[in-house]
């Protein structure tokens, strides 16, 4: 099981109704898309930390696990918004201005602060909540299916890789660089061959069934709370207030 999928089942908070972890979510992401970047990011991506570890009791380090690769991507494309180039002249000329690092800046605290919110609804709610939540809003039952599916399948692939590296370890397949570039090759290769034969498997399965386009798995539904509800708006414009009282 995955880090992320243990917390969302385990956490204090996952027999909450995902609607009201959702309405808070969205909430601090209509914040922090609505106002300046200077003056809300820093306080959305706080509501959800404190959310994730305080309230949920996930733990710190789960919660900076699941931000290091997005933020890593974030500051990769960082010299792109910040740098600009001038085709005019002799030849390309590089440039740093003022307003383009401005802008570089705001889609960094931005993307960071929604980061952070996703984060913090992957960290206290299980996918089957989310799917469920989804179909009941009006996604279309084609891609609920389809989540529902790959969800599955991640897990499945991660296990064989898991499986089929320890067996290539044992047979010393990572000794050099050679090798391990080989090694890795073939669990590359195989991973995508087992996991086109699962796939048809899964489907022979389900259609022996009698797999109709509706695939219905059990999932807690517990009920919406209003006081809950009203806490979310709460904290919602609590941000806002603090974000333009103290920008």
Excluded at 163 to 186: D, M, P, W
Aim: proline share 5%; hydrophobic share 55%; glycine share 8%.
């Amino acid at each position: 099981m995955l880090a992320t999928d243990r917390h969302a089942w385990t956490n204090r908070w996952r027999f909450i109704h995902p609607g009201e972890k959702a309405l808070f979510v969205v909430g601090l992401l209509a914040a922090d898309f609505a106002l300046p970047a200077a003056s809300v990011a820093h306080q959305v991506f706080a509501a959800a930390f404190l959310a994730t570890v305080i309230g949920a009791k996930v733990p710190a380090r789960a919660f900076w696990g699941v931000m290091v690769v997005p933020a890593g991507f974030l500051l990769a494309g960082l010299p792109a918004l910040a740098v600009s180039v001038q085709l005019e002249g002799a030849g390309p000329l590089l440039s740093l201005s003022p307003e383009g690092l401005a802008l570089a800046v705001a889609v960094q605290l931005r993307s960071l602060a929604a980061v952070a919110c996703l984060a913090f609804l992957i960290l206290t709610t299980p996918i089957p909540d989310l799917l469920a939540l989804a179909r009941r809003l009006g996604m279309p039952p084609a891609l609920v299916e389809l989540a529902y599916l790959m969800h599955r399948l991640v897990f499945v692939v991660l296990e064989r890789a898991s499986a089929a590296r320890q067996a290539q370890e044992a047979r010393l397949g990572y000794r050099n660089f050679k090798t391990s570039i080989r090694s890795l090759g073939l669990l590359v290769g195989g991973l995508f061959l087992r996991s086109l034969d699962r796939g048809r498997r899964l489907d022979t399965g389900l259609a022996a069934r009698g797999y109709q386009g509706d695939l219905r798995v059990l999932s807690a539904e517990p009920e919406l709370s209003v006081k809950r509800l009203a806490l979310a708006v709460l904290m919602t414009v609590v941000v806002v207030a603090s974000a333009l009282v103290w920008p």
